[in-house]
């Protein structure tokens, strides 16, 4: 591979509450000043990056570059997946959305003008992703992440933000989801299978992370490594409201696991179960409900950093 290859930049204008269609003259200037050879496409709709990634793919592009959040990163991991190209294409990453919490854990720096430095002499750094299996309308579907995914209280702060309160932007869209979802939520009874050992529980949320960070600086998972070939299980319990409210404030730290009702394990495989309603998450995209199967997939991502 060359030292500059050329490169695919997918532009998703509308995050970070819409600066990212600010700062993108800014970065497309940056990128021709450093030389990078590339072409650069918007994303319309839900959806779209995955679309575009893919005919980058097609197109033999060696270097996808997301430009947007952790959703944007998830579907072009999404898009490379589906064309069989995370084993040949380098993924590069200028985080403009608002948590950014992947390249916390995984090093890429929160400037836009640091973050396209790296890119004019690509490092490869190979790192794991996450897998679903889960049911969408009577279809099985299977979907990468990159960061974490979650059922329960997290997913639900997720659907509250998106289908309630996303008018509001993004900060106010998820403290008024958050606290929504604080007052209203019951734990779930679940049957929780970590690679092969099955437990019956109540428990507030299941947390599947392969980075440490969620929810926009959240520490949620904070020996999390995402080149272990591992998943860290954190298991919240059946709290209280009051012990929910203290170990939402804890998380920032990472300080929650401490608590005696959190449990981390660490696995290739999880599967969770159960007779309520519960909701998924992943990388802060609402997919679907619990019955959910989750992998690790080794060294399948080759980022830039």
Not at 86 to 108: E, N
Request: net charge negative; proline share 4%.
């Amino acid at each position: 591979m060359s030292p500059t290859p050329y490169a695919r930049v997918i532009v998703n204008p509308i995050a970070g509450a819409g600066r990212t269609a600010k700062k993108w003259p800014n970065i497309m200037g940056l990128l021709e000043s450093i030389g990078l050879r590339f072409e650069h496409d918007f994303t319309e709709a839900p959806g779209h990056a995955t679309e575009l990634a893919k005919s980058a793919v097609e197109k033999g592009c060696e270097l996808v570059v997301s430009v947007g959040g952790d959703g944007t990163i998830n579907e072009v991991v999404n898009g490379l997946y589906d064309t069989d190209g995370l084993g040949d294409v380098m993924l590069g990453i200028i985080c403009t959305g608002t948590g950014c919490d992947y390249i916390r854990t995984i090093g890429i720096p929160h400037s836009y003008k640091e973050a396209c430095q790296r890119l004019l002499n690509p490092r490869r750094h190979t790192v794991d992703l996450g897998a679903i299996e889960y049911t969408d309308n009577g279809q099985l579907v299977k979907r990468l992440f990159v960061n974490f995914a979650g059922l329960g209280f997290d997913a639900e702060v997720v659907k509250a933000t998106t289908q309630r309160f996303k008018a509001l932007g993004d900060t106010p869209s998820y403290l008024a989801g958050l606290l929504t979802t604080f007052l209203l939520y019951e734990s779930k009874e679940i049957s929780l299978t970590v690679d092969g050992e099955t437990e019956e529980r109540k428990v507030c949320a299941v947390l599947m992370s392969n980075g440490r960070y969620g929810g926009g600086g959240m520490l949620t998972a904070p020996n999390a490594d995402p080149a272990d070939g591992l998943l860290d299980v954190v298991i919240i319990g059946n709290l209280s409201k009051l012990d929910l409210l203290w170990s939402l404030r804890k998380i920032y730290k990472g300080t929650h696991i401490t608590h005696p009702k959190v449990t981390v394990k660490r696995a290739r495989e999880i599967e969770v179960r159960s007779t309520q309603q519960m909701y998924l998450q992943a990388d802060g995209e609402l997919l679907g409900e619990a019955p959910a199967r989750f992998s690790i997939l080794p060294t399948a991502l080759n980022v830039v950093i």
